[in-house]
């Protein structure tokens, strides 16, 4: 296993950015041990991993601890294994149906006797995605928006507003296809980007349980409903609305193409403001939405996805665990750890405050207050992973090939007759 072991003086020393001072927790001082298995090991996630364990060590100072940092894709194929055999106090993972498979497998602890009314209140956007069977698996500890961003500029010149429904967003893209612009650049070369279109019309055609509910196997996709969601994306095709040989680019590939202004937005995680700043777009061109309502009878849901910690069903200081793990989700040090010299996304807690960027705010204001309908993890994490691909595959097949949807979903429903075996 190719893992660095931190000792806490270590942890200390490595992590000037983020050490300060230590929390009250309102508890007594831990004693005994504490292990930690953490995937955080690229530079910014690591640095914060340490700042972590140095602060709760400092409110701590008679608990050991001991953190192992695990190269990210390494410890993907390591976590049932050391969760079988030796497995630490806390682990890092996903949410929603990302753990299912070791909720399922008896590898996770339920710890609902964490999630408090405290706790409930303050994490309740992410409190869906933690939850399977009625019961809580875990903590989140960061999170991204998805949505709209859009060229401010060109909304204007056209006159256009916001789109508060799908009939107002539908004539928005008319008015700048008319302009002779696209309303959409999309890079689907690597399939997962036409994930998050289809994550969206199907939130929004059928709504959070129900597109859970297909994730999970237990709904046909060829279901009426699903057809819905499919009739709802065609009528972007048949528009025209998204630039022209999309599979040819990746999502970085297609961003020109909204810098140009040859496409007036793009739908996409928060990770894309970056590259599109760098491209020359500052906030005086660049704008943010939320996806809008398509059926007004389903609360409005959001793709988010939700990065966790859990403690193993196997692990030995379960009590020191639990207190890692609140004092995680606090919000002080939930502010802290998502700050933009931090991870620079956003922190789970609503009391909690935001860097004064003006998409982390927008984010933040949506995912805390305005987004009742749950929070999903984006197609690849709600799905297993063999599904997943056959599913991005007909979706990319589908924007290119719209009279085949039949076939794309027999071939889709086949595979998950299959797969949810």
């Not at 999970?216 to 009739?231: I, L, M």
């Amino acid at each position: 296993m190719t893992s660095l072991k931190t000792t806490l003086a270590a942890a200390l020393a490595g992590a000037t950015m983020l050490a300060g001072t230590a929390f009250a927790d309102g508890h007594a001082k831990l004693t005994g041990d504490l292990k930690i298995f953490s995937d955080m090991s690229n530079p910014a996630p690591r640095a914060v991993m340490e700042g972590m364990v140095a602060r709760f060590g400092e409110m701590h100072p008679d608990l050991n601890i001991e953190l192992t940092v695990i190269d990210r894709e390494a410890y993907k194929t390591q976590i049932r294994n050391f969760l079988t055999a030796d497995a630490p106090d806390v682990a890092n993972w996903y949410a929603a149906n990302r753990m299912r498979p070791y909720v399922d497998a008896g590898l996770f602890e339920d710890i609902s006797d964490v999630w408090d009314d405290q706790m409930s209140t303050e994490l309740a956007s992410t409190k869906g995605a933690m939850t399977l069977d009625g019961k809580q698996w875990g903590v989140p500890y960061t999170y991204y928006q998805w949505g709209v961003y859009y060229r401010k500029d060109i909304y204007e010149e056209l006159g256009l507003s916001e789109p508060s429904n799908w009939d107002e967003f539908k004539s928005n893209c008319q008015a700048v296809i008319d302009s002779g612009k696209k309303c959409f650049t999309l890079g689907s070369k690597f399939l997962w980007t036409a994930a998050g279109w289809f994550d969206y019309l199907n939130m929004r055609t059928n709504g959070y349980d129900f597109h859970a509910a297909l994730t999970n196997g237990e709904v046909e996709w060829t279901d009426d409903r699903v057809k819905a969601t499919f009739a709802n994306w065609r009528e972007l095709l048949d528009m025209g609305a998204f630039i022209d040989d999309h599979t040819a680019y990746s999502w970085q590939e297609s961003l020109p193409f909204m810098t140009n202004g040859d496409a007036a937005a793009i739908l996409k995680g928060n990770f894309a403001v970056a590259p599109l700043r760098e491209a020359g777009l500052d906030d005086s061109k660049l704008d943010f939405h939320q996806f809008p309502a398509i059926n007004p009878d389903v609360a409005l849901a959001e793709d988010a996805p939700t990065d966790t910690f859990h403690i193993p069903a196997n692990a030995s200081n379960k009590d020191n665990a639990k207190a890692f793990l609140k004092f995680v989700v606090s919000a002080e040090n939930q502010t802290m750890i998502n700050a933009g010299d931090a991870l620079g996304q956003l922190p789970v807690n609503n009391k909690s405050s935001v860097d004064e960027d003006k998409f982390l705010l927008e984010g933040f204001e949506m995912l805390s207050s305005n987004s009742p309908g749950g929070v999903a993890q984006f197609f690849d994490r709600d799905a297993p992973a063999e599904m997943a691909k056959v599913a991005m595959e007909g979706f990319q097949e589908f924007m290119v090939k719209p009279d085949d949807i039949d076939r794309i979903l027999g071939k889709l429903e086949r595979a998950r007759g299959r797969i949810y075996k």
